[in-house]
């Protein structure tokens, strides 16, 4: 007989069945149709006489080494002998023993590869033996599992008991995550593209571009002045290329950040990372090596450090922007306002109200309408977003022919064969 065998649940089924003795297992996990061989062994020996030791582990049964359902029959047929389940966390061999045989073997992962015996997947060769059969085990192990002299007493593995609460845990886990059902006799032809699309998107960093509203009883008046009238429509621009917000080319780190940042410096960063990572596929977007994503996102987030030590600096700079923009309006229009006051303010100013009542009126107007600094840099944020490249796509040679332009030293696709998980149905 050779010494390497092929141990099937099978196998072992009819071993266990036959049982007269003694049915002693630690595995890392158990399936229905051998747990319930083991449950028939249980009431037919007595308790004293079966010994099931596992690990109790929700990624056990995400792996494939054995079921939920499995742990439940043994968990219930301890119960009713009396005995409990032994814990063993981190095991992964398999030893069972039946009367005076004992047969230790590896795990089969159920969910990645068919056990010995069942189909085998497609284009995979079926193992043709996964462990050997002994006809005692050694002395040291039988020691370890409680079958030593002193019995119960001497055991070291699997001293644990699981207990209800656990099983529930574990349950709980599994239902959130649930194992994977692939159908291992049908393999089918995968790709992992070595690229990938990416848009980039920083966004509310472009503070030249940044306007106020003036309030509509201003507008008219402001226009009237011919400095202003050249600047505005209905809105007035906050701040100019000269401002060190726009064009500041210094940083400085401080608590929060960047202390000198600018929207020139906030582009250039971006340049950067587009430059370094992006590539142009024209009429189709940007794309990624793979390869290089890591470093790309870690790149992005240091932009959105930057981003935020900017939005501070901002919020602090355009509150007294309003300020000063207020009062540059309220300066050059209040002759024009004297001359012309808007009806809504003559009940509460009268008809002849002061030059300084007037102007601060005119700058609690223009700032009321300005808004909330905090808002314009509400959108000042950094994002991505991939897209996979279709198969059709990397087969197109006039798509690879351009990607080659880029990266002419890459292989672009990786083909392999994998298992399709099963639908719901199966």
Known sequence: ???????????????????????????????????????????????????????????????????????????????????????????????????????VFSPTPRQLEAPPGASPIAGSPQPKANGIVLSKPPAALEIELGGGPEGIIGRTLGIGALDEKK?????????????KAFDLARAVNVYNAKIRFVELKVGGYRVSQHTVTLPKHLVNVAKKNKDLARKIDSAVKLLDSNDALVGGDELFLEDFGPKNVSQTIVEGMRNAIEETYLRPIKGVG??????QISEFEAAVADLQITLSAFSKLLMAGLAE?????????????????????????????????SEEHVRFRIIDDLIQSFGEPDKKCDSMKASFLYKDVTYDMLKDPNFSAEVAEHFPDLHLVEEFNAVKERSPAA
């Open 286 to 291: 940007k794309i990624i090596k793979r390869a």
């Open 167 to 179: 099983l529930e845990e574990v349950a709980k886990d599994l239902e959130v995550n649930p194992p």
């Open 1 to 103: 007989m050779s010494a390497l065998q092929t141990i099937t649940d099978a196998l072992l089924i009819e071993s266990i069945d036959r049982a007269s003795q003694r049915v002693v297992m630690i595995a890392p996990g158990v399936w229905p149709p051998l747990a319930k061989s083991i449950a028939a062994a249980w009431q037919r020996l007595g308790s004293e006489q079966v010994t099931v030791i596992l690990d109790v582990d929700p990624e056990i049964c995400r792996i494939g080494y054995g079921s939920l359902e499995g742990l439940r029959i043994l968990q219930a047929a301890a119960k009713l002998a009396g005995e409990a389940l032994g814990e063993e966390p981190g095991v992964r061999i398999c030893v069972v023993i039946v009367d005076e045989q004992t047969f």
């Open 321 to 353: 922007q309003y300020r000063k923009t207020a009062d540059d309006i309220a300066t050059a229009i209040l002759p024009d306002v004297l001359n012309q006051l808007p009806e809504k303010w003559l009940k509460q100013l009268g008809n002849s109200p």
